[in-house]
């Protein structure tokens, strides 16, 4: 089987907005959360389902993107936060007891 090239190239944000849409049945409402959030618009899935009415939760742990997508996404709840699991891959160990995560950046003591 050969593949051929599209005749009419689309970007690759334009590729996941399909992606979204079809994912999720061109649905005009619904809530989302986006963690490593990332650039506030830029081959961001989320921002194309809040242009079409969806709202949510964006978590990012660098704090320049962060004050970005509070600029420029102030309808949005955000967070600045890292998110991982528990153990070696996850680098996070319990800081609470309930789940909330400290994480090990390799840059401490022990």
Same mark, same amino acid.
């Given at each position: 089987?050969?593949?051929?090239?599209?005749?009419?190239?689309?970007?690759?944000?334009?590729?996941? #907005?399909?992606?979204? *849409?079809?994912?999720?049945?061109?649905?005009?409402? %619904? @809530?989302? $959360? =986006?963690?490593?959030?990332?650039?506030?618009?830029? #081959?961001?899935?989320? *921002?194309?389902?809040?242009?079409?009415?969806?709202? %949510? @939760?964006? $978590? =990012?742990?660098?704090?320049?993107?962060?004050?970005? #997508?509070?600029?420029?996404?102030?309808?949005?709840?955000?967070?600045?936060?890292? @998110?991982?699991?528990?153990?070696?891959?996850?680098?996070?160990?319990?800081?609470?007891?309930?789940?909330?995560?400290?994480?090990?950046?390799?840059?401490?003591?022990?």
């Amino acid at each position: 089987m050969i593949l051929m090239e599209p005749t009419t190239p689309i970007s690759q944000e334009e590729q996941e #907005l399909q992606l979204v *849409w079809k994912f999720f049945d061109c649905a005009k409402q %619904g @809530v989302f $959360v =986006e963690v490593g959030a990332n650039y506030p618009t830029l #081959l961001s899935q989320t *921002w194309h389902l809040e242009q079409q009415g969806w709202s %949510g @939760v964006l $978590v =990012e742990p660098n704090p320049e993107l962060c004050e970005m #997508l509070q600029a420029q996404r102030p309808r949005r709840r955000t967070f600045q936060a890292a @998110v991982g699991g528990p153990g070696p891959g996850g680098r996070g160990g319990s800081a609470d007891g309930h789940g909330a995560r400290a994480f090990d950046t390799g840059t401490g003591p022990g």
